[in-house]
């Protein structure tokens, strides 16, 4: 004899239920707090393990709460971010955005990365999460400055003579592959080759080659 789940199994046949189990079975229900079940599927808190990445968010959720700064929920709301959501900036694209703006801070919530092709580096101050060693090489060579943001938090607490930046978030690989088939009229999707040659098939997709017309 086996006990489940307040049934009891005699012989392979189920016995009904007791009525203390009946009861107690009609009165469970799913426990919600008030306001009904939520959908948001937003983050609230970064995926990360990184402790210090976890110090950001608490100073953060610390100046929005205090200060009422848009500059400081947008700080927040992308430390929250997934990688992919936080893309790097090289040292050229930087220096474009921040051409006559030299006395203010440029802000990333990323990483900045060197680029080879830039020879004269602009005496900026930027702030991001991380800077790769050549970037930050030559941003302090030029006499620039390479911050931190809890630094920034010190010198621009709601954000004052700064200038927000964001990192292409589709110049990666994987997203010219994504679309219409490759080889469907007006499609420029990328597609999934071995290599370029004669001996490789590209035969995804409808397309003229192949008879279709639209």
């Known amino acids: 004899m086996n006990t489940w789940s307040g049934r009891v199994l005699l012989f392979g046949k189920k016995a009904p239920p007791s009525p203390a189990v009946a009861a107690e079975a009609a009165a469970m229900g799913i426990d919600l707090v008030a306001g009904g079940k939520s959908k948001k599927t937003k983050r609230t808190a970064p995926k990360s393990d990184d402790i210090y990445l976890k110090l950001l968010v608490k100073l953060y959720r610390f100046l929005v709460r205090r200060t009422g700064s848009n500059f400081n929920a ?6 929250f971010m ?13 220096i474009r955005f921040m051409e006559g703006k030299e ?3 440029a802000v990333l919530v990323g990483t900045i990365t060197d680029d080879t092709r830039v020879y004269q580096v602009l005496a900026l101050k930027v702030v991001a999460l991380r800077f790769t060693e050549r970037a930050r090489a030559r941003i302090e060579k030029a006499g620039g400055e390479c911050l931190t943001f809890d630094q920034l938090a010190l010198r621009a607490p709601l954000g004052q003579n700064t200038v927000l930046l964001r990192g292409p978030k589709n110049a990666r690989e994987s997203v010219k592959h994504f679309g ?8 420029h999707t990328k597609p999934y080759v071995r290599s370029k040659g004669r001996k490789f098939e590209k035969a995804r997709g409808k397309r003229n080659s192949r008879g279709f017309r639209v």
């Not at 947008?74 to 430390?79: G, P």
């Not at 219409?180 to 499609?187: E, L, R």
């Open 74 to 79: 947008v700080i927040l709301k992308r430390l």
């Open 180 to 187: 219409k088939a490759p080889g469907v009229p007006h499609s």
């Open 82 to 94: 997934s990688k992919t959501n936080k893309p790097l900036m090289s040292l050229s694209r930087l």
């Open 103 to 105: 006395g203010k801070i």
